[in-house]
């Protein structure tokens, strides 16, 4: 996926916060149908492990060829975390990539390898702007054929995985940076209402699924998540079922820190909303020396000391946890090492970093 993407830098302020002020509830790592059974639990000193005791998902997006093809990747991905995303086989150009013939088989595969290791899915996604298939975009289509396109996509995706999704990705990335909606097939040809239709569309069909609204740049307190703000204020005001908002956490170490990360989460935890961080990766210039390791250690620490702080964050999830198979480096030009572990899975500063913040956090329940 391509996205601009801020800093994330936290001080040492910050971890005086998190250890005079954690608290979490207990509810942040519900049980699902999908986690049925009786799987071997995460080992103790896993992310996934560590996270269980502090009461928060660990999760990982998951690349399917990796899983198919390298054994350590498929070893990692079951025994280091509590729940799993797809990085692309619940995107529609993947599942109808022509229009009324549906493949799940890749999304099947991987909903099973999560049941098989007691892992949560997070649905991703929807819908979005990006990644539609040509059927679609090359479409000329009325406003009322648009809008019963977008309802059997999301009312037949939904159903298809019920009961098997602790968390929808309903709506992605809907917002610029400024604020306003984004400038998409649907807001041009439906209005703003999509939004709404959407979230209802997906309750509909599988009213057990937690359904967020998900978004990049909205880590700290300015004009895009004020404005995500708004609209969830109203939405929820209007009886719409919105769950929870997604925090996508794609950071850079060239940019500046969102310091304001666990006041602008508190904003959503007021409204009774469930937040996560959805996409967590730092990436960082090549080549990669110890001083970008350790601000990339920052980054990751700022993102998950915000969630921690947050008595409604449910799950803490990297896009990627290696850099053997990274959306990085193909997208920003002279960047990349952007996950917890390098290409050999040897894990950086990053991943103790946050390996000492559950602990911590852990330790104060």
């Known amino acids: ?35 049925r059974g009786k799987p071997k639990p995460p080992a103790a000193d896993t992310l996934g492990g560590l996270g269980q005791r502090a009461g928060l998902r660990i999760g990982t997006a998951v690349d399917m060829d990796a899983l198919a093809a390298d054994a350590p990747y498929r070893a990692r991905a079951a025994g280091e975390f509590t729940s799993v995303t797809p990085e692309n086989v619940m995107k529609w150009e993947v599942v109808e990539p022509r229009r009324g013939t549906y ?16 892992q949560l899915v997070r649905g991703h996604t929807l819908l979005w702007h990006n990644q539609l ?13 648009l809008r019963a396109l977008l309802r059997k996509h999301i009312t037949d995706q939904a159903s298809h995985f019920k009961g098997r999704i602790w968390q929808w990705d309903v709506v992605n990335e809907a917002f610029n940076d400024d604020g306003t909606l984004r400038d998409s097939i649907w807001l041009r040809t439906l209005g703003p209402g999509y939004i709404a239709d959407a979230f209802r569309w997906a309750h509909r069909a599988d009213p057990r699924a937690k359904l967020y609204i998900n978004d990049y740049n909205i880590e700290g307190v300015n004009a895009k998540s004020t404005a995500l703000y708004d609209l969830v204020t109203e939405l929820r005001a209007q009886g719409v079922p919105v769950d929870g908002v997604g925090i996508q956490g794609h950071l850079s170490v060239q940019y500046n820190a969102p310091h304001d990360i666990a006041a602008n989460m508190k904003r959503f935890d007021d409204l009774g909303l469930e937040t996560a961080i959805t996409e967590a990766d730092v990436r960082v210039p090549m080549p990669v020396d110890s001083t970008d390791q350790e601000a990339q250690a920052e980054g990751y620490d700022v993102l998950l000391r915000g969630c921690l702080l947050t008595r409604h964050c449910t799950d803490f999830t990297v896009w990627g946890f290696t850099d053997r198979y990274s959306w990085v480096p193909d997208t920003f030009e002279g960047e990349g090492a952007a996950n917890l572990l390098d290409e050999n899975y040897g894990p950086k500063p990053a991943y103790q970093a946050l390996t000492e913040d559950l602990k911590l956090a852990a330790g104060r329940k």
């Open 1 to 35: 996926m391509r996205k601009t993407i801020r800093a994330g830098l936290v001080g040492t302020a910050a971890a005086a916060l998190l250890v005079s002020s954690f608290t979490l509830n207990a509810s942040a790592a519900p049980e699902h149908t999908a986690a």
């Open 103 to 118: 493949d799940w088989s890749a999304a099947d595969e991987l909903v099973d390898f999560a049941r098989s290791n007691g």
């Open 133 to 145: 298939p040509g059927w679609l975009t090359d479409g000329d289509f009325t406003a009322d054929e």
